[in-house]
């Protein structure tokens, strides 16, 4: 089996086993914000920051929402559950962009297309992965999720991530349905 292969087969792997409790039981399976809650406090471990913006020691990554949050507990528990080079994830909502700092990945989401876009100029150049989704309208992220085939998938941004010093691996890159790719 190749690395690619073996790689994707894990993901999904941690993925299943991060899903078990976020079912939807009138459905019987996980609902579209359950697996974006499973997918985003996994995200750090495939983005390396610039040093002086990296958790010291063993503080925890920081994972910022910040407007609309659609995941509640379902992130919580996701993020509870998740270790980093020796670091956890913590979770903290925040209204604006305003108390961003510390964030290490924003996921943001304004009432309106508009209105996250503006959230999204907010953070301006600091070294924040910033993700959103098909239901923010047009404004993308670094990482924007959306559903394809009855999936959800995600696009991500390399040029936007490396214009803030942000590098993303090139395991989460072959996971991703479309890369816009730096510039070399």
Not at 63 to 68: A, M, R, S, T
């Amino acid at each position: 089996m190749t690395a690619r292969r073996t790689l994707a087969w894990l993901w999904r792997l941690l993925l299943a086993a991060s899903l078990a409790l976020a079912f939807s039981p009138a459905r019987g399976q996980p609902t579209e914000e359950a697996v974006k809650a499973a997918f985003l406090p996994k995200f750090p471990r495939y983005v390396t920051w610039p040093a002086a913006h990296t958790p010291g020691g063993r503080e925890p990554f920081q994972l910022c929402v910040i407007g609309h949050d659609p995941f509640g507990r379902m992130l919580d528990q996701a993020a509870a559950s998740e270790v980093i080079d020796g670091r956890g994830v913590t979770v903290r909502r925040i209204a604006g962009p305003q108390g961003a700092a510390g964030c290490h990945l924003a996921y943001v989401r304004g009432a309106s297309s508009t209105e996250t876009r503006r959230l999204l100029a907010a953070l301006g150049n600091s070294p924040i992965l910033t993700v959103t989704d098909a239901r923010a309208g047009g404004q993308r992220g670094m990482i924007h999720f959306t559903v394809a085939a009855g999936r959800v998938r995600f696009f991500v941004d390399e040029a936007a991530a490396s214009a803030r010093g942000l590098s993303i691996s090139s395991r989460l890159l072959a996971l991703a349905v479309g890369v816009r790719q730096r510039r070399t």
